[in-house]
């Protein structure tokens, strides 16, 4: 099976490149596998920066999940195991600092892998778009946690009940990611941010960083608040309107959803 991304070291810099652009980069199994593996070469090797990408000028950086991948019915679509929610955990623990560069559109659960990230430097070109709702996708409890430590409430209900997608210019304006800069410029840009980092002493920017991640996961919740949660998500994934949205989009035409 080809690769469907390659990787690049330059000093203390490690540059992760998404490229499989027949599937627009869905996140699926064998592609998380081989960033997952290729953070854990970079952490072995003690490289001080990691760069996500996709290929130059790619009009998606990712699609999210691949929904082909997605169980039809009666499963959690959006498990432990789902390979976004392994994904996400290896970016959050990394120990260094990992930065998306962003070309492109950003659709469901790219979004989340991306504000994961550390810093995030997009082109003006570049579009987010939460789009479970499309598909009639219950989210998880994790992912929107992720979700809400990027943006406000009512920016995570706008774009989560919307689907729409949001600019770089506004996800900037809203502190949701840190630079957008001119696609000629993005490369040179995101590499001067991660040489001062690397610049700066590795063991303090883990110990903050590990500390960061604790506390922005340092929301209470009641046992009963978590089953409140998941037993609305059960009631999604066995529903009618789960198991059209999914095969809707195996079918390659709009599902017809009845809200039951």
């Known amino acids: 099976m080809p690769s469907s991304t390659h990787t690049e070291v330059r000093g203390p810099i490690g540059i992760i490149t998404l490229d499989n652009p027949a599937k627009r980069n869905a996140l699926s199994k064998p592609l998380v596998d081989e960033v997952m593996a290729a953070l854990a070469d970079f952490a072995q090797r003690r490289l001080r920066v990691t760069i996500l990408r996709a290929q130059p000028g790619a009009p998606v950086f ?61 082109a003006p070109e570049v579009t987010f778009a939460v789009t479970p709702a499309k598909w009639g996708v219950p989210y998880n ?6 979700f809400l430590n990027a943006a406000s409430p009512r920016i995570v209900r706008e774009m989560a009940y919307t689907a729409k997608p949001i600019s770089a210019e506004r996800a900037e304006r809203l502190g949701m990611i840190n630079y957008v800069v001119p696609s000629s410029e993005l490369e040179a ?64 035409r709009k599902p017809v959803f009845r809200g039951d």
Not at 141 to 146: A, D, N
Not at 207 to 216: G, N, P, S, T
């Open 62 to 122: 990712s699609a999210g999940h691949d929904i082909a991948e997605l169980p039809e019915s009666r499963r959690d679509p959006l498990g432990w195991d789902d390979p976004l929610r392994y994904l996400v955990r290896e970016i959050e623990n990394h120990p260094a600092p990992v930065i998306a560069m962003l070309e492109g559109g950003v659709w469901g659960g790219a979004c989340e892998t991306v504000f994961a990230c550390d810093l995030i430097v997009a």
């Open 141 to 146: 409890i994790s992912g929107m946690l992720t």
């Open 189 to 252: 840009f995101t590499l001067a941010l991660a040489g001062d980092i690397a610049d700066n002493a590795p063991l303090s920017i883990a110990v903050m960083k590990e500390q960061l991640r604790i506390l922005a996961g340092a929301k209470p919740m009641s046992p009963q608040g978590y089953e409140r949660i998941q037993g609305l998500r059960r009631a999604v994934y066995d529903s009618h309107d789960y198991t059209e949205g999914i095969r809707a989009f195996k079918e390659k």
